[in-house]
């Protein structure tokens, strides 16, 4: 096991600063002000040059992508930027590099390090409260739903280099039996009921998903995590940031990921009409598309538990674990109830 793993949340917020530090001195300018402002799958900090700029330093996960699996993610946001689409710009090292590979000498372990232009806007919501914002929610939803059809269109259009990596949500990434979250079914939170649930659900989804098939009108390279905290507001128009969970996927996937944390609220049925109605003014949704919504919503809740299973010793994995849990098992009975 690593050692920062054995650190527990404070001790390893602290290193991460300190890496952060270590970090900057590979990128110009004079850094006055270096803030943490999101730990989950990364480390995300604030850091301000002395004439006010302001940079989104991203230590990454020990372990969790490929040094060619980031360096494509950052290709792939840049084609993506090429095409209009609002994202994050890449800031190079003195050296002209994207990446990083800092060495963090008290825990005896390098990171990949990278550094992205700060973008303007406010967060829409987030995983623990859904939407947060004053905005009406059923705009905000059709332009996210264009956003959406804009990147798939752009990921099949775009010549991939060769040496282009990244995870796939596919059946295997899924269901399969080492999906690329974890194998959800053996989360210890889980009671023998919870559990035949799931199985039923993965069995009936390997079928439902080879019925549905893979073309490149429903399959492609998509972001796999539009929830709310990623989408920024400013001034009615939707940035996009984190693109870590970047891989193949379904198209479907990417619009079940952006309603996930919405459907609690009262205004689920408009968010979701919208959503769809958005997307399909830029990319148009067949009946057979619209009917796998089930299946796909159920199948992000499945991938959620596989991330708590994974990242137990997280605090954000400990804080959702009761949400996810419910809302997996609700929206696996849906799906399954809905094919009876």
């Not at 194998?183 to 009921?193: K, P, Q, T, V, Y």
């Not at 649930?197 to 429903?218: C, I, K, P, S």
Request: charged fraction near 25%; glycine fraction near 8%.
């Amino acid at each position: 096991m690593s050692q920062f793993l054995t650190l527990n949340h404070e001790q390893q917020v602290a290193s991460l600063h300190r890496l952060a530090l270590r970090a900057l001195q590979q990128w110009d300018g004079e850094f006055v002000c270096v803030e943490m402002v999101k730990y989950r799958e990364n480390a995300v900090f604030c850091a301000t040059r002395a004439d006010g700029q302001r940079s989104a330093l991203r230590i990454h996960r020990d372990g969790y992508h490929s040094e060619e699996a980031l360096r494509s993610e950052l290709l792939w946001m840049d084609a993506l930027a090429a095409g209009g689409i609002g994202v994050p710009q890449i800031i190079r090292t003195r050296d002209g590099a994207q990446l990083a590979q800092v060495r963090c000498e008290e825990l005896g372990e390098a990171r990949y390090v990278d550094m992205l232009g700060w973008l303007a806007g406010t967060s829409i919501g987030s995983a623990e409260h859904g939407l947060e914002v004053d905005a009406d929610a059923t705009t905000l939803f059709a332009e996210a739903g264009a956003v959406a059809a804009r990147i798939h269109l752009r990921s099949a259009q775009w010549q991939q280099p060769n040496a282009f990596s990244r995870h796939a949500w596919d059946e295997e990434g899924l269901i399969g039996q080492q999906p690329f979250w974890g194998r959800f079914w053996e989360l210890d939170l889980l009671d023998a009921g919870q559990r035949d649930l799931l199985q039923a659900t993965r069995q009936a989804a390997r079928t439902d998903l080879r019925r549905y098939g893979r073309t490149l009108e429903n399959f492609g390279m998509i972001h796999a995590d539009l929830v709310p905290e990623n989408l920024l507001l400013e001034d009615a128009r939707l940035h996009l940031i984190d693109f870590d969970d970047a891989g193949f996927g379904w198209h479907m996937f990417e619009l079940a990921t952006a309603l996930y944390f919405c459907l609690d609220d009262p205004r689920y049925t408009d968010i979701e009409t919208a959503l769809l109605e958005g997307y399909d003014a830029v990319k148009p949704l067949t009946p057979g598309d619209r009917a796998t919504l089930p299946l796909f919503l159920a199948l992000r809740g499945l991938t959620y538990l596989g991330w708590v299973h994974t990242r137990r010793e997280s605090r954000t994995a400990e804080e959702l674990a009761p949400l996810l849990i419910e809302r997996a098992c609700r929206l696996a009975r849906a799906y399954l109830d809905q094919g009876r």
